[in-house]
C-alpha cells in the first residue's frame, strides 16, 4: 500500500521569509500524481499545487513550488515571500490514478506565519 | 453552482443512533469519496466509488454505510455511531488523478 510521511507536525516563519515543508512517499509505480492541499481555520481543502511524476520540471504556482525528486520519492513543497494568509495545516497526498483514483494523505504540517 | 455540497455542517448524535451525512456534487465526476479527519492521522479513506452502484471499502470502513444510485449523490451513514467516529468528515469528487479532486465543505460530527 502506498504511504505519505510528512515528519513536520509542526513548522513557523517569519513573515516574507521562505519555508519548506517536507513530504516523502512510497510506491512501486513510475507514473503518479502528487498533491499539496492547504486546509486554512475554515476547514476548507483548497488545491495548492499538482505534480505529475512522469514530468520532470517542478510545478509551480505562484510563491509555491515544489521540489519533485522522483528517485528520492520526496516532494516538498517552497512557500516563498510567507504572508498570514498562508497560516494554515498542509497535506501532502499521493494517487496512482489509471484507474486506481485513491488519494492517500499525509498527517500534515501546520504552519504558522510570525508577523 | 455550488459543485460539491455537504450536509449537516455540524452534528451532534448520541451513542448508538443511526446517522447519515449527505453528500451531492454537480460536476458529474465518476469517482466520489469520503474520508475522515483526526488530530495525528490526517484524512483517511473511509469508502469510495467509481460509478454508481460501484462502491469500495477504503481504509477505515467498519461501522458505516454507503450507498450511490445516482451519480450525483454519496451518502455515508454510521449505523449506530460510536464516540471513536466523533470526527471531521469531508466528501470528494473526480474523474481520475489526472483531473484534480473537488473537496466539500466537510461536516464536523460529535458522538455523546
Known amino acids: 500500500a502506498q504511504t505519505v510521511t510528512q515528519s513536520q507536525p509542526e513548522m513557523s516563519v517569519q513573515e516574507a521569509e521562505t519555508v519548506t515543508l517536507s513530504c516523502t512517499y512510497d510506491t512501486s509505480e513510475s507514473d503518479y500524481y502528487l498533491f499539496w492541499y492547504k486546509q486554512p481555520p475554515s476547514r476548507q481543502m483548497i488545491l495548492v499545487i499538482r505534480q505529475e511524476a512522469y514530468k520532470q520540471q517542478n510545478a509551480t504556482e505562484n510563491r509555491f513550488s515544489v521540489n519533485f525528486q522522483k528517485a528520492a520519492k520526496s516532494f516538498s513543497l517552497k512557500i516563498s515571500d510567507s504572508q498570514l494568509g498562508d497560516a494554515a495545516m498542509y497535506f501532502c497526498?499521493?494517487?496512482f490514478g489509471f484507474g486506481n483514483e485513491k488519494l492517500t494523505f499525509g498527517t500534515g504540517t501546520r504552519l504558522t506565519i510570525i508577523p | 453552482d455550488a459543485g460539491i455540497t455537504q450536509s449537516p455542517r455540524y452534528k451532534i448524535t448520541e451513542t448508538g443512533r443511526q446517522v447519515t451525512l449527505m453528500c451531492h456534487q454537480t460536476?458529474?465526476?465518476?469517482?466520489m469519496f469520503w474520508y475522515r479527519q483526526d488530530l495525528g492521522h490526517g484524512l483517511r479513506l473511509i469508502y469510495y466509488?467509481?460509478?454508481?452502484?460501484?462502491?469500495d471499502k477504503g481504509e477505515v470502513p467498519d461501522g458505516y454505510v454507503v450507498s450511490r444510485s445516482k451519480t450525483e449523490n454519496f451518502p455515508l451513514t454510521l449505523e449506530s455511531a460510536t464516540r471513536s467516529q466523533t470526527s471531521v468528515y469531508f466528501c470528494a469528487s473526480s474523474d481520475g488523478g489526472a483531473y484534480g479532486y473537488t473537496f466539500g465543505s466537510g461536516t464536523r460530527l460529535t458522538v455523546v
Open positions: 497526498a499521493y494517487t
Open positions: 466509488s467509481a460509478a454508481a452502484d460501484i462502491t
Open positions: 460536476w458529474s465526476h465518476s469517482y
